[in-house]
């Protein structure tokens, strides 16, 4: 039998190589990753920034622009990390400007030396928020729950590895096994990241242990409310969230808006309505009052409740997708069910943002009458 070709080899090698840098991914995924994550990055490091600069003139504002960037990114480490850079700075200057190969050398064994510091600190905190990750998996549904005469969808899509964003549809307790009203729960907690999820952790827990009483659906938004104000630092945060209880027999819905985006219930003619009667988010206002509404879904009504990060999503452009893109594409003729429409609808947001990055936690779930 004769030998592979030794260039056959070396391709082999370099496949398997090329592979592993780019974990499979092709050129189009690559490039859309990197300015995913460059634009997140230039946003955190600029963000302060652009403030301070708004009022420069011209040249002398985009040096200053320049200068406040490099402090900005060079604030990010830790005081002995920013002493190791300066270093590092030092022995490359000094190696550039004598020649000296030793002090170039230095310089980049240091700036090696502080990329694996923050290598290693990123691999640690990635495996953390990974852990965080799943943990926050098993407090949400993974599969839509069959409720009888209805179909129910959802799903999230995180701006970071954690979101905190919540979505729940449970079945309450009741006194007759297989039988009573059914919980949807949308919610967003002010910010996103490590502390939104821990606040959304502590809100899924709240009421899951809230609705083990039997208590009328503004009494638990109260209660939910009164644990939100102990846990919210004044205010700064807050919930917006849109609990509903669904009757599946008689099709009807009970539910309070706390200051969410008001869910879209289009009718199976085209119409839409907004539920909107509520009352302020939770956590801000600690003796607040919530008002229900009710509404009947009729066969081919469908329920869309998301979040604000959904219609404030940005194209690379900047432009937002907005309530009256939304809107627009409900009227057009309904899918049958709610997994079609909720497809439609994040389809169309995932079309609209494109490769830019994401700004907010999106979520999203649908409830179907009559399928």
């Known amino acids: 039998m004769s030998k592979e070709p030794w260039h056959r080899r070396v391709q ?48 002398r504002r985009r ?33 550039w400007s004598r020649d000296a190969g030793l002090y170039t050398a230095i310089g980049i064994f240091l700036l090696v030396a502080l990329l694996a510091f923050e290598l290693a600190d990123r691999v640690a905190m990635k495996r953390d928020l990974q852990i965080a990750r799943e943990i926050q998996g098993w407090l949400v549904p993974r599969t839509p ?50 502390p939104a999820a ?17 208590l009328p659906l503004p009494d638990l938004v109260r209660r939910l409310n009164a644990h939100a104000c102990a846990h919210s630092l004044q205010g700064s945060r807050f919930t917006t969230a849109v609990l509903a209880q669904l009757d599946p027999a008689t099709g009807e819905i009970e539910y309070v808006n706390a200051g969410h985006n008001p869910p879209l219930l289009r009718r199976v003619d085209g119409r839409l309505e907004a539920l909107d009667a509520g009352g302020l988010p939770l956590g801000i206002q600690a003796d607040g009052a919530y008002r229900a509404d009710r509404v009947r879904l009729a066969p081919g009504d469908v329920l869309v409740c998301y979040s604000d990060g959904v219609v404030e999503a940005r194209s690379p452009a900047g432009e937002e997708y907005g309530e009256k893109r939304l809107r627009e594409l409900l009227r057009e003729p309904a899918p ?19 490769d830019a990055p994401r700004a907010d936690d999106e ?4 409830l179907s009458a009559g399928h």
């Open 336 to 354: 049958k069910g709610a997994a079609e429409m909720l497809g439609r609808v994040m389809g169309a947001v995932e079309v609209h943002t494109g």
């Open 12 to 59: 082999t090698r370099l496949n398997a190589f090329w592979r592993g840098l780019t974990d499979g991914l092709t050129m189009q995924e690559l490039w859309t990753q990197f300015r995913r994550e460059t634009g997140y990055s230039f946003q955190l490091y600029s963000r302060e920034v652009e403030r301070r600069m708004e009022d420069e003139p011209g040249r």
């Open 198 to 214: 821990l606040l959304m952790a502590s809100l899924q827990s709240s009421l899951h242990t809230l609705v083990q009483e039997p």
């Open 363 to 366: 979520t999203c779930l649908v």
């Open 63 to 95: 040096l200053g622009y320049a200068r406040a960037l490099l402090r900005a990114m060079v604030l990010k480490l830790s005081p002995a990390r920013r002493l190791v850079l300066l270093l590092a700075f030092l022995a490359l200057a000094l190696g």
């Open 145 to 194: 729950p069959e409720i009888p005469g209805h179909s129910v969808a959802f799903t999230t899509r995180p701006a970071n590895t954690v979101a905190g964003d919540y979505y729940d549809a449970f079945r309450l307790p009741s006194p007759v096994p297989g039988d009573g009203a059914w919980m949807l729960v949308v919610a967003d907690v002010a910010g996103k990241g490590m």
